[in-house]
């Protein structure tokens, strides 16, 4: 079947890999990783480090926004962006896993945009809050769902201040926000894993160790002639 798929279009490719990947007994697409914690807690240092070692098998989900574009930003890299009619009526069809308004935007993670990762033998990696894993949750999204919790809310706040990438109003608004997103995060059955980040190593060990199995299976299947 593999053979099948040779010389055809990308395009055309990553759909027979869909196809076969959905359709053929002990063949699946590779899980979506949910990560989600506290702003500050380090989730996006934990998976750099993923994306950096593992080049090819992990992908950060794109979402999409209303809002501009800011300089520098490009369509598709940072965000897809799209107008709020567009949104909305894609909302009204059901082409989002999650979507949420903030500040008068909204963003969202398109299905298709997981599949076209999937289907293309990739693991993709959505960093969403809470109410994001809430609403994935609620679509029966089958991912593995971890939680990134810091030592304790001191070490967060020094760890946000020595980010200097907030105003002290921001600051505080995160570290609230945090106290929640800790509630949710650490309640029995709410995540599969939870990985407490205080040495780095060792956090990003534990992160690879329950991805390990997942990254063998993409390598395996990308080695296949
Ligand atoms: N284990 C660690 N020890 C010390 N510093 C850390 C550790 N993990 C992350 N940091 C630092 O803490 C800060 C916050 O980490 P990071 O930006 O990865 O958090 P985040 O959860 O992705 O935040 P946000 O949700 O706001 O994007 C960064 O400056 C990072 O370098």
Known sequence: ?????????GQVRS???????????????????????PSGSGKSTLYNKL?????????????????????????????????????QENIKQGDFLEWAEFSGNIYGTSKKALEEVQSNNVIPILDIDTQGVRNVK??????????????????LEKRLRSRKTETEEALQK??????????????????????????????YEKLKGILIKAIDEVKNEQYKP
């Not at 079947?1 to 279009?9: D, E, I, K, P």
């Not at 063949?27 to 979506?32: D, G, H, K, S, Y």
């Not at 995160?174 to 509630?183: D, G, H, M, P, Q």
Request: proline content about 8%; glycine content about 6%.
């Open 51 to 87: 994306l950096k070692e593992f080049p090819g098998v992990f992908q950060l989900s794109v979402s999409h926004t209303t809002r501009q574009p800011r300089p520098g930003e490009l369509n598709g890299r940072e965000y897809h962006f799209i107008n709020r009619d567009q949104f």
């Open 138 to 155: 609620k679509a029966s999204l089958e991912a593995v769902y971890i939680f990134i919790k810091p030592p304790s809310i001191d070490v």
């Open 1 to 9: 079947m593999f053979v099948l798929c040779r010389g055809l279009s």
């Open 174 to 203: 995160r570290l609230s926000a945090a106290r929640n997103e800790l509630e949710y995060g650490l309640k029995p059955g709410n995540f599969q894993h939870i990985i407490t980040n205080d040495d780095l190593d060792v956090a």
């Open 15 to 37: 759909t027979a890999r869909l196809f076969l990947r959905t359709y053929v007994p002990g063949m699946a697409l590779p899980r979506p990783v949910v990560i989600c914690g």
